[in-house]
């Protein structure tokens, strides 16, 4: 992927997620990474990442797009064909990570949406995985520090969450991200 210079939504699967978040990144053109489940709402990705091969394991078969597939899990990539970038366990965190990819593929500004980084509202968007670990207090804490520790690279991270804890990016509502995007 060459995404140098555009803007790039990164979808991960926080409870604020909603199919009209996806849509109205569909309907501007965005180049768009999926993080985990959130390929179900945004089926017009271009990306599907998920670092946990816990998660390819359980939930792999089902993926019915086109989209490539990411993760920095040497291992899994090998297994499934899939890609693998970076390496290391330092960061075990999907979205994390996808926000990694899209910089790694030269996003100019990357959007953030789903990256609650909280369990107040629930775990995710589609409620809790049955066959993989699910998010808790402690995780999201230490979710939050790691975020702050982001190499962007030049790059502008936005978070537009509806819901979010995540503090060390500037927020955005998404329809005035979207208009950045189109300026």
């Known amino acids: 992927m060459d995404w140098t210079g555009k803007t790039v939504a990164c979808i991960a699967s926080g409870p604020s997620l909603t199919l009209a978040d996806c849509q109205a990144v569909e309907s501007a053109g965005l180049p768009a990474i999926a993080v985990n489940s959130s390929w179900q709402l945004a089926r017009f990705c271009d990306v599907l990442y998920a670092g946990d091969s816990a998660w390819w394991e359980a939930y792999s ?52 949406l789903g990256y609650d980084c909280s369990v107040r509202q629930g775990t995710h968007w589609h409620g809790d995985h049955d066959k993989t670990k699910n998010p808790d207090h402690r995780r999201c804490a230490e979710w939050l520090n790691q975020f702050g520790r982001l190499v962007r690279n030049g790059a502008e991270v936005i978070n537009c969450s509806r819901s979010t804890e995540l503090t060390c990016f500037p927020r955005l509502p998404l329809e005035e991200a979207l208009c950045l995007s189109r300026a």
């Open 61 to 112: 078969a089902a993926v019915d797009i086109p989209a490539e597939r990411w993760t920095h899990n040497p291992n899994v990539a090998k297994a499934l064909g899939i890609q693998a970038v970076g390496k290391g366990q330092s960061v075990l965190n999907s979205g994390y990570r996808a926000i990694e990819l899209a910089i790694h593929f030269g996003a100019a500004r990357v959007l953030l």
